[in-house]
């Protein structure tokens, strides 16, 4: 027999758990189920002896005998056994059908919808109304907030205690997949994930391309672990943020540190010429053994934010003080020599030359003023490590402290996804877009089909200056080399040297040599000879459009072909999105096309459906998270995630 019960309708039961589907044993030995459409035959009483209430419960149940009996038949099927249609309480109203659990059904659609809204760091509530706006109601979305919650309760619970398990298996099967791909773990005595490091191809030839100097700055609160989030960091040739690596660590210690500088050097396979960090005497101790041929360099915002605390209300309020010293520690153009006098002069000055902190500040000076690294390349990040607060600033709008490792993994490749686009948006600027040219000058011209578009704005306000706001105090040449000296607007005097024959130049202000960009002052001698074009020699590919960028390093074959790749099935995914909703966007107003169009997508629908009969709800859902992140329930589990913060 098979019983179909009204939806009001149930069997008494005194105890808390609730009655499953019972099997009763038929006449003919066929076995006979009991199929319950809902649970309202009578009311569990609150407080009852081992029911303990823990919340305030409503019952629908109220013991309707309204009951369809089906009787199997053999192969005739089923025949209709017994029918009571009475039901002793009125129909569902048709505002309330919608609430009625036959008609919500989480399926595959709202499914796939609640994980791409997760993979984009939006909530489920906001993820509900968001779904009610493209189906046009509350009432068409087919399931409830509740059911939204309970989807992202158990995608939790798929994740549970195995997280950190299936991060190392996702990044295996990246690796697999990309030989490219690199990434290194660590574990300690009770196998508990303590160190992580991974960079993807693009990473690794973005380093190759830009990696000339290093940022690096650890934040925190982006797991619910509590593991340091340590992105490395430079900017690309449009000044902007790119990231080559990321790490995970538990403690900030040497040992930690040393092992993660390791890990970048070993698979970018060359030490940057300089590397920014944090005052932090670990990450200090770290980089002096494996950034052996770096020059190592604190951020002079850290350092100077502290002079406010360490002089005291009275002095950090004395203006003359805080300007004199500002411009003496912030100056690109005073030499070592200069810039120890006048530290010791402005130290006598105001007696502070048994300052501790100021006295420990002039013994670091070799790791933070700008005298002792105006010789060396810098790229955009000068003094401070402004692009890693940048970086993780950015970093931030994607991560919260209670995510899971995975789906932290999961908020870095979105991030990186945002910066990439980026990226490539900026590319695509560069090479369609042409600048206002400011000067009849042939220089600017030149500049402007050679540079991304965010570089030439600064040349071209060198240029500007060159023409505006310099003047030439003494000439001097001989055989083609001449020597310029040349005040600018800020009544600092440089001097230029030039050598026609070897067409080279060079500037005491050290701009090219810090930047990597033509100052003003080489401008002005430039013009001056009427040169047309920017000597070779100044022209810094790292700087230069898409197609101009000259690697610092050969990149492999591997690492090109598998940047490319990595993304195929993905375009393919989001294509087809796009395809499904130009196509309502076209049919959405007519409503002959958009029935036609519907029951092309239901037939469609059928058939795919009619591909995976056999397989339960249960397993497509499990199928469908264990896509979403990207590897399934480990069946041993060799890396615990660490104690939970």
């Excluded at 990696?211 to 040739?237: C, H, I, K, L, Q």
Aim: proline fraction near 3%; charge should be neutral; charged fraction near 20%.
């Amino acid at each position: 027999m098979k019983y179909i019960v009204c939806s009001r309708a149930g069997f008494k039961n005194n105890a808390c758990p609730p009655v499953s589907d019972t099997n009763v044993a038929g006449s003919e030995g066929c076995p006979t189920n009991r199929k319950r459409v809902s649970n309202r035959t009578d009311t569990n009483v609150a407080g009852s002896e081992g029911c303990p209430s823990n919340r305030k419960r409503v019952s629908n149940r109220i013991g309707c005998k309204a009951m369809l009996t089906l009787k199997y038949s053999g192969f005739k099927g089923y025949s209709v056994f017994a029918f009571e249609q009475r039901h002793n309480h009125s129909m569902c109203s048709e505002l309330s059908k919608q609430f009625l659990k036959v008609n919500r059904n989480l399926d595959l659609g709202h499914q796939k919808f609640v994980l791409n809204c997760f993979r984009a760091n939006i909530g489920t509530m906001k993820s509900y109304r968001l779904y009610k706006e493209i189906v046009g109601g509350y009432s068409n979305i087919g399931a409830t907030s509740v059911d939204f919650k309970n989807f992202k309760r158990d995608l939790m619970a798929y994740i549970a205690g195995v997280d950190a398990q299936i991060v190392i298996d996702k990044l295996f099967r990246k690796q697999e997949v990309s030989s490219a791909f690199f990434f290194d773990y660590d574990v300690n005595d009770s196998d508990q994930l303590t160190r992580l490091f991974w960079a993807d191809p693009i990473c690794r030839k973005n380093y190759a391309l830009f990696g000339d100097v290093v940022s690096f700055d650890a934040t925190y609160g982006t797991n619910r672990y509590n593991m340091v989030f340590g992105p490395f960091t430079e900017v690309d040739n449009h000044r902007k943020c790119v990231t080559f690596g990321a790490g995970l660590l538990l403690k900030e210690d040497v040992e930690s540190y040393v092992w993660l500088f390791t890990c970048f050097i070993n698979v970018m396979g060359r030490q940057p010429t300089c590397i920014i960090t944090y005052q932090d005497p670990a990450m200090r101790i770290a980089i002096e053994k494996v950034f052996t041929s770096s020059k190592h360099r604190y951020c002079m915002w850290h350092i100077m934010s502290k002079v406010t605390q360490k002089v005291g209300p009275v002095l950090s309020k004395n203006e003359t003080f805080m300007s004199s010293l500002n411009s003496i520690v912030w100056s690109h153009y005073l030499e070592p020599s200069q810039f120890e006098e006048k530290w010791i002069s402005l130290m006598n000055e105001y007696e502070l030359t048994k300052h501790d902190w100021f006295v420990h500040m002039f013994e670091l000076r070799y790791w933070w003023i700008p005298s002792y690294f105006r010789d060396l390349f810098m790229a955009g990040l000068l003094r401070t490590t402004s692009r890693s607060e940048s970086e993780n600033s950015f970093f931030r709008e994607f991560t919260n402290p209670h995510f899971s490792l995975i789906e932290f993994l999961m908020q870095f490749e979105s991030a990186m996804d945002a910066q990439r686009h980026a990226q490539d948006k900026l590319n695509s600027g560069s090479e369609s877009y042409l600048p206002v040219l400011k000067t009849p000058l042939s220089m600017e011209k030149a500049a402007s089909d050679v540079f991304t578009l965010a570089v030439f704005y600064d040349i071209q306000s060198e240029l500007c200056s060159a023409c505006f706001s310099c003047r030439v105090l003494h000439v001097h040449g001989v055989d083609g080399d001449f020597e310029y000296e040349i005040s600018d607007d800020r009544n600092l005097v440089f001097r230029v040297d030039l050598s026609m024959p070897n067409m080279k130049a060079v500037c005491s202000c050290k701009y090219y040599e810090r930047i990597g960009m033509v100052c003003r002052h080489i401008f002005f001698v430039l013009k001056d000879l009427k040169l047309e074009r920017i000597l070779n020699h100044l022209v810094n590919s790292r700087w230069c459009k898409k197609g101009l960028v000259k690697p610092l390093t050969e990149i492999s074959d591997s690492v090109l072909e598998q940047t490319s790749l990595l993304e195929d099935n993905k375009m393919s995914v989001n294509t087809l999105w796009s395809d499904i909703y130009a196509c309502m966007a076209l049919v959405e107003n007519n409503p002959d096309y958009l029935k036609q169009f519907s029951g092309l997508i239901k037939q469609q629908k059928q058939i795919l459906l009619s591909l995976h009969e056999g397989v339960g709800q249960c397993s497509t859902k499990n199928s469908l998270i264990e896509s979403f992140y990207g590897s399934g329930v480990p069946s041993e589990v060799t890396v615990h995630p660490p104690q939970q913060a």
